[in-house]
């Protein structure tokens, strides 16, 4: 099985982006600018860029300006063309042809685990992908394209890992796990947001997985946990008892930009290495006195 074996994404965008507040009462937190691209954009093209044919948005209410910036926009289109500014028109007839789209709700928030068990029917028994848009990993090849190539040596689900400070490890779910070579790693448990004198490592779940299709019975036999949840966590804990799991150490610098910290950090460095705002925001920057 080749890389490009695996075709559809799943991105679940339908969270209420309370870190964000009130920033996203009406607007959705994915499509927050970073830089000159909305959040959600950047990974939707690592996707592509990985190989991806269908991406499948589990929205919610409120979600409605993803589909729009996804779509064509014909009046916009026209006005561009008539002003020829050609360049901005093919970037913007660009965006809505990147991929195929598929859009399914989820009616209530009630976890990573339930928006991917939402997009069941969509997935149609196939291996599939998974990305969290706030979530970025910039390096020289798409974190999602290492991930599939575990997956075609190792035909399992494959997690994205980092490794994090002691002290973040209650942020996160983290893994025990066993070498396999160079950043490969076999899982063997899987704990939720440990206190750092109980987490096993320092390697913590981020926002790219390869699934089986296995998940979705693990996850439909997974109880909701705190605030009536169902975690992709617990339900990969269970499938653990029935298939292997791998974790890739993904190579690339990554920014929680779901964390107001981490969008700003990420809007500096992004905006650093634009080849249009890079030198004036640099010279900008080191004329600050702090």
Do not use: W
Not at 245 to 274: P, Q, S
């Amino acid at each position: 099985m080749a890389e490009a074996s695996i075709t559809k994404a799943v991105f679940p965008v339908a969270g209420l982006g309370t870190r964000f507040l009130p920033a996203t009462k009406a607007s959705p937190k994915e499509m927050l600018p970073l830089v000159d691209k909305p959040l959600i954009q950047y990974a939707v093209e690592e996707a592509v860029a990985s190989g991806i044919e269908e991406v499948i948005l589990v929205t919610g209410r409120n979600k409605r300006a993803i589909e729009d910036h996804f779509d064509s926009a014909y009046e916009l289109e026209e006005n561009l063309k008539a002003k020829g500014k050609l360049k901005l028109l093919d970037e913007v007839q660009r965006i809505a042809q990147l991929v195929t789209f598929c859009y399914i709700r989820q009616k209530e928030a009630l976890g990573l685990g339930h928006a991917i068990l939402c997009a069941k029917r969509l997935v149609s028994g196939e291996p599939f992908a998974v990305l969290l848009g706030d979530d970025l990993i910039d390096g020289k090849e798409p974190a999602l394209k290492q991930l599939l190539r575990v997956f075609a040596a190792q035909r399992a689900t494959v997690l994205a890992v980092t490794r994090v400070a002691r002290e973040e490890t209650s942020h996160y779910g983290i893994l025990e796990a066993q070498p396999m070579g160079e950043r490969l790693y076999r899982v063997r448990d899987l704990v939720e947001k440990p206190k750092p004198s109980e987490a096993p490592s320092d390697l913590a779940i981020i926002g790219r997985y390869i699934l089986t299709p296995g998940i979705f019975e693990s996850l439909e036999r997974t109880s909701p946990g705190k605030g009536g949840e169902i975690q992709l966590t617990d339900g990969l804990r269970r499938l653990l008892k029935h298939e292997p799991i791998f974790a890739c150490e993904v190579e690339g610098r990554r920014y929680d930009a779901g964390d107001k910290l981490g969008f700003l950090m990420a809007t500096v460095e992004y905006a650093l290495k634009n080849p249009e705002l890079g030198k004036p925001f640099r010279r900008y920057l080191e004329g600050l006195r702090f």
